[in-house]
């Protein structure tokens, strides 16, 4: 019966699985260390990423609270 639930888990969503935020704000302390670092490149690049994350969890957040 555990492996079944695993199993479940694993394929759940990951509006579901809070990932979507987790992995926001990886990206934000990415951005943030490149920043200091002077890797003004990468900085960019993460900070897009992590708001686009923010923006998909936003949105998916309120269907899932409409529905």
């Known amino acids: ?11 759940a969503p990951l509006q ?3 990932d979507f935020l987790q992995y926001a ?5 990415l951005a943030i ?3 200091a670092v002077g890797a003004r490149g990468v900085a960019g690049v993460s900070m897009e ?6 923006i998909v969890f936003i949105i998916l ?3 899932s609270l409409l529905l």
Not at 1 to 11: I, N
Not at 49 to 54: C, E, Q, T, V
């Open 25 to 29: 704000i990886v990206f934000f302390v």
């Open 61 to 63: 957040a309120i269907v």
């Open 33 to 35: 260390i490149a920043a």
């Open 16 to 18: 579901f699985s809070g």
């Open 1 to 11: 019966m555990v492996q079944l639930t695993t199993a479940v888990d694993a394929l």
């Open 49 to 54: 990423i992590a708001r686009i994350f923010i």
